[in-house]
């Protein structure tokens, strides 16, 4: 191992002193227990340094190693630290690896200033002209600020998110965009042309573009190269080790034989780290906080749990991609000492539905996942950031933020699946954690089915369902730029209540999805799982394909010659199916009806769309899915990533990024790679203790 | 090649004039032309006649409605920025050309048969009309078309032309194949297809593609769509694209 200075790069240490074994977080056991153990281990007191033997040693310990914390990783790599990232997954990235890689910054940035200009990257990969016109791409640092912290955009909610927000976080994260763009591009990140923003902000600038490779003969991050086995472009119906989600064309934005999503950030991100000598240490849990005293002095290090990721098949460990900088640590329990800092980039709490229940009592519903979750596995997103700050006494902020953005909650057009926010096909190992990819049949597929709960009811209109609000807007802007650049920042007209009844044009079906019903059981009255049902007539108008590794014997689809027969198979074979679908013949008769006579006085159906028929076998049902995306509200934290505890105080050496923190508005990477890059530089900067 | 063939002009110019009161025969012109104008033009121009300038101009208060055999020829004959529309009839022509001149708050005088007529008196417009299932493009065009799609459209609309964006941060978007697009754009011709396309796509750089790319993609849409390959590239050509219709499959 590095060694650097004085500082001497994760060091085990007392191996033999140490015995710890943690009651029932044993390898091999399921989600619920595990979960349960660390309800149990919640309702002990906070852990303090005196009573704490160490077993590793290091400058900055990270718990999780996605866009934040791989980002603060690096950085704090650079400016001298030596750095240990646990992570519970096998691999790296978090959810950056299966992202889009739309990476929205701005305030002047370096790829927005090399696109205004009309130049190519320094590599010159990019061929294609810029697709935004200069004027759209002429940002500065205070021009994002007010965007950030202009109280008076709206969304199609009628919300003005942006008046909650944190200044001092807005400020802070304006300021730093253009030095975390250098830095991603300094590490390996190629961006494509800008094209719109992404998510957030009052859309005055365009200031996203998303990251690329070449493909080429050989995977090499160094050259900008990527294999198409590697990218997943070979087979459309395979992908890789490498990417858990096939590539996306990105001729348009770059050059002939460009590829984008979130592959092209995550795993330049990460071969930097390693070559760096970044160290890392997987299947590890990261469950508690160690302060000095239970709720004062520094924090001065972490615990954290062997919980590996088994294969679904094979039952064999699963293992990061690259390997270099890996420590290979299976004991339970470790204590893990950070001289100079910890960093909390572990992710929000979108995975966990008892911390869900803070913010939407019905999504406490475990029928309905986080995104990711065959990637991430049941520890992903699971709140342990706001669970262990908490623990120590951290304050939280932006709880209310979860409401105002589309991405949170939502009702996800991919169906069959449970893991329903992204395709992933086979060839990367997670696979066999979802079984299925899923159909993705977009809104205009919502029209060709009828959709039901758990006794089999249609709930809503139909057609309506899917649809998400857009972003926040002012007015007369369609949202992003190139489409409206007349719209003025603070103005008081963007909050006169004729523009936000125009904007309060949002269907509530997902209300309706996670409604009572005559399934719902006390205490918690859950709404259970949602289906789409329909029939042979309906497969032949969409062409949808319904076949490995689109549908599987899952739990997620279902096929039958009669409707009674479905209904059976789903309530035997879906793990969330917690009574039958008794009312199901019934209200596909009445739907029947309804499409004879052309109306549908239930749900208004025939004003949105053409009504089908269902009644030529064979039949099918597809899960329906809420998707839990985004998390909103979490740690507060200061303008410096600092995390601050109830009295307004900072917590010395406790710094936190990503969505394991509130109070900033701001959807997508964007936010991420800012917060590891300040957390990462002043974690670097704390005296050595 | 089995063509379907509308005898358009033929008919139109047969039909005996309207005696009725002029009152009554102005409400069944408009009737007509409303009807027309709902079917063909509210796409771009909206049923509100406010169109969505730049790229649509309104019509609702256009003063260069006031130029009755510009709307006329603009109408059959199309523009740099509109397509023909060759297999409306001199009467139905009329119709709509009243209706956009009447409707909302416009308050220009009707434009009878004869004035049609004689406008386009000497055109060699054709009225020969065939189908998109009458094997229009080549299987080879098709394939650049999926090349060109999957750079510029595939990101959004998805890989199976459904409208389901594969980056499920983004929004879906119109189906572009099968039953949901023939629903839209069924009874339009493809330079209608063509125009829209050109106009707004891709939604970040409209019209940025060439004419030969936006013609391709169109070919790509209708080979996923299920209709059939010929020997004959589609043309980039709007006045042929106009005697293109979609429909049905027959």
Redesign the interface.
């Known amino acids: 191992m590095a060694k650097k200075d004085n500082k001497t790069s994760v060091d085990p240490k007392g191996l033999s002193r140490r015995d710890f074994v943690r009651t029932g977080a044993a390898a091999g056991l399921g989600a619920g227990a595990l979960l349960e153990s660390e309800q149990l281990q919640a309702q002990e007191s906070a852990t303090s340094a005196t009573d704490t033997a160490w077993d590793y040693e290091v400058d900055v310990v990270i718990a999780g190693g996605g866009c934040a914390g791989l980002t603060a990783a690096i950085r704090a790599k650079d400016l001298g630290a030596s750095v240990l990232v646990v992570d519970q997954n096998f691999d790296l990235g978090g959810r950056m690896l299966h992202?889009?890689a739309?990476v929205s910054l701005g305030g002047g940035d370096p790829v927005q200033r090399r696109d205004m200009k009309g130049e190519s990257d320094k590599e010159g990969l990019i061929t294609v002209d810029p697709?935004?016109d200069p004027e759209e791409l002429d940002d500065s640092v205070d021009l994002l600020f007010t965007d950030m912290t202009d109280w008076s955009v709206v969304d199609p909610k009628g919300q003005n998110p942006y008046r909650y927000n944190e200044r001092e976080l807005a400020r802070s994260w304006a300021e730093n965009c253009p030095a975390t763009r250098q830095f991603l591009i300094d590490n390996y990140v190629r961006f494509t042309r800008v094209?719109?923003t992404?998510?957030g902000g009052g859309l005055s600038r365009a200031r996203g573009a998303r990251c690329f490779l070449m493909l080429g003969d050989k995977t090499d991050i160094k050259a900008g190269t990527i294999t198409a086995e590697d990218a997943g472009v070979a087979d459309?119906e395979r992908t890789s080790a490498f990417a858990p989600?096939?590539m996306?064309?990105?001729?348009?934005t770059v050059a002939?034989n460009a590829v984008s999503?979130g592959v092209a950030l995550s795993r330049s991100l990460e071969f930097s780290a390693r070559e760096k000598g970044v160290e890392f240490m997987f299947h590890r849990h990261f469950d508690e906080l160690v302060r000095e005293e239970p709720f004062t002095g520094r924090v001065v290090g972490i615990k954290a749990h062997y919980a590996p990721r088994l294969h679904p098949e094979t039952g064999e460990r699963l293992e990061s991609f690259w390997d270099n900088g890996n420590v290979d640590e299976r004991r339970d329990t470790i204590n893990i000492r950070a001289r100079q800092a910890v960093i909390l980039a572990s992710g929000g709490h979108a995975g966990n539905p008892q911390v869900r229940s803070m913010f939407y009592p019905a999504m406490r519903e475990p029928a309905f996942p986080t995104?990711g979750n065959a990637l991430q596995g049941a520890h992903g997103q699971d709140a342990s950031a706001l669970i262990a700050g908490l623990r120590v006494g951290a304050n939280l902020a932006g709880m209310q933020q979860n409401i105002s953005y589309p991405?949170t909650f939502h009702i996800?057009?991919?169906l069959g699946t449970r893991d329903a926010?992204?395709?992933m096909m086979p060839g990367h190992p997670t696979f066999g954690f979802r079984k299925s990819a899923g159909v993705?049949?977009?809104?205009?597929?919502f029209?060709e089915f009828i959709a039901v709960n758990q006794v089999g009811k249609r709930f809503f209109s139909e057609v309506r369902l899917?649809t998400?609000p857009?972003g926040s807007r002012y007015p007369g802007d369609r949202g992003?730029p190139?489409q409206g650049l007349s719209h003025k920042p603070l103005d008081w007209r963007n909050c006169r209540k004729e523009w936000v009844r125009e904007m309060y044009n949002y269907d509530h079906g997902l209300d309706a999805a996670l409604a009572l019903n005559e399934g719902s059981k006390a205490p918690d009255y859950y709404s259970g799982p949602l289906w789409a049902i329909f029939d042979q007539e309906a497969v032949e108008?969409?062409?949808w394909e319904l076949r490995h590794p689109y549908v599987s014997d899952n739990g997620y689809f279902f096929q039958a010659d009669t409707i009674e027969e479905l209904a059976e198979k789903m309530a035997k074979g879906h793990e969330f199916q917690r009574v039958p679908l008794s009312h199901l013949a019934e209200t596909l008769t009445k739907w029947n009806g309804y499409v004879d006579a052309g109306a549908d006085p239930e749900f208004e159906r025939e004003a949105d769309a053409?009504m089908y028929r269902i009644a030529t076998p064979p039949f099918y049902a597809l899960s329906i899915m809420v998707i839990w995306?985004d998390s909103y509200g979490g740690l507060r934290v200061n303008g410096q990533q600092q995390v601050v505890d109830m009295q307004g105080q900072v917590i010395p050496g406790l710094y936190a990024g990503g969505e394991a923190v509130g109070g900033l508005n701001k959807?997508?990477l964007g936010k991420g790679h800012v917060h590891g890059y300040v957390a990462g530089t002043h974690a670097a900067g704390e005296p050595t203790s | 090649m089995l063509k379907l063939v509308f005898s358009v002009f033929g008919v139109a110019l047969a039909v005996t004039p309207v005696t009725a009161a002029p009152q009554e025969t102005n409400a069944v012109l408009l009737n007509q032309g409303e009807q027309i104008y709902q079917d063909n033009c509210a796409l771009c121009h909206q049923v509100s006649g406010t169109g969505s300038p730049p790229t649509f101009p309104a019509l609702n208060g256009n003063a260069l409605l006031g130029n009755a055999a510009r709307i006329v020829r603009s109408i059959q004959q199309g523009t740099d920025q509109m397509p023909p529309f060759p297999y409306l009839t001199i009467e139905e022509i009329s119709a709509v050309t009243s209706y956009i001149r009447k409707a909302w708050q416009n308050t220009w005088d009707d434009v009878d048969i004869e004035e049609v007529a004689s406008t386009l008196e000497g055109s060699t417009a054709s009225d020969q009309m065939t189908s998109v299932w009458d094997t229009v493009f080549t299987e080879e065009q098709a394939n650049r078309g999926q090349a060109v799609y999957?750079?510029?459209c595939?990101?959004c609309h998805?890989?199976?032309l459904?409208?389901?964006?594969?980056?499920?941060?983004?929004?879906?978007?119109?189906?572009l194949a099968?039953?949901?697009f023939l629903?839209i754009w069924g009874g339009r011709s493809l330079a209608t297809l063509f125009s829209y396309i050109r106009a707004t796509m891709?939604e970040?750089?409209p019209n940025s593609l060439t004419e030969q790319e936006y013609t391709d993609v169109i070919a790509y849409m209708l080979s996923v769509g299920g209709m059939p390959t010929g020997n004959e590239e589609l043309p980039t050509d709007l006045q042929q694209l106009a005697h293109m219709f979609i429909q049905p499959r027959p």
């Open positions: 992202s889009g739309f697709v935004e094209s719109g992404h998510g459309p989600v096939q996306n064309n990105a001729t348009r002939p999503n995104s991405t996800s057009t991919r926010y992204t395709t993705n049949v977009g809104n205009a597929g029209e899917p998400r857009g992003a190139g108008r969409t062409g053409p995306h959807h997508g | 999957q750079g510029a595939g990101l998805g890989r199976r459904n409208g389901a964006p594969d980056d499920p941060d983004m929004s879906s978007t119109p189906p099968r039953a949901r629903r891709p970040s750089n």
